[in-house]
């Protein structure tokens, strides 16, 4: 081939790559837009890395750097996003370690954007799985409270429905991000 060949196909591949790239990138922030409107509030972490990058500092010690997949509070909201963490072969430099960089998935490295379509779905799965422990334990402890509460009206006797009312709107958690139970 020639070079005016090699270079009309290096540029039909870029054009395809920039394509399918610009798709990916719209998929994402669907996926990342949806999720957001259910407004689920739970931070995940995908349990296997995207990537695994091994470099030496000056002294000659191993730095390694692993990026995972995840759904985290970032920029005033929940998004899909892309945490890396150092790990340092020297003590002294892992005492002052920060416990991770985040950013959202659509400013990612193509690389590992791409990587990240593949584990979404099992991202989606885990969450799905949180929240219905949490959905589980939630249900218990309203279970509790509501026992407490005719246990203590019997007591007392039955509670201001306004005020209850009241006080529960002003308290009511299905309009801001929530954390996950311990």
């Known amino acids: 081939m020639t070079i005016n060949e090699e270079l009309y196909r290096l540029?039909?591949?870029?054009?395809?790559?920039?394509?399918?790239?610009?798709q990916l990138n719209r998929s994402i922030a669907a996926i990342d837009s949806l999720l957001g409107r259910l407004m689920i509030?739970?931070?995940?972490?995908?349990?296997?890395?995207l990537s695994e990058h091994t470099t030496y500092d000056v002294s000659g010690k191993r730095v390694i750097e692993i990026s995972y997949l995840a759904y985290l509070k970032l920029k005033g909201g929940y998004r899909l996003a892309l945490k890396t963490v150092k790990v340092l072969e020297s003590r002294s430099a892992a005492a002052g370690q920060i416990p991770g960089d985040l950013i959202t998935l659509l400013e990612a490295p193509r690389r590992l954007r791409y990587r990240a379509i593949e584990q979404l779905p099992e991202l989606v799965?885990?969450?799905?799985?949180?929240?219905e422990d949490m959905l589980g334990a939630m249900e218990r402890r309203v279970g509790i409270a509501n026992s407490l509460v005719a246990h203590l009206e019997q007591i007392a006797g039955p509670t201001d429905m306004n005020e209850t009312h009241r006080a529960a709107e002003s308290a009511t958690s299905h309009r801001r991000q929530t954390l996950p139970a311990l």
């Open 11 to 22: 540029g039909n591949s870029a054009r395809r790559l920039n394509d399918g790239s610009d």
């Open 41 to 49: 509030g739970l931070d995940y972490v995908h349990p296997r890395p």
């Open 125 to 131: 799965m885990g969450l799905a799985e949180q929240v």
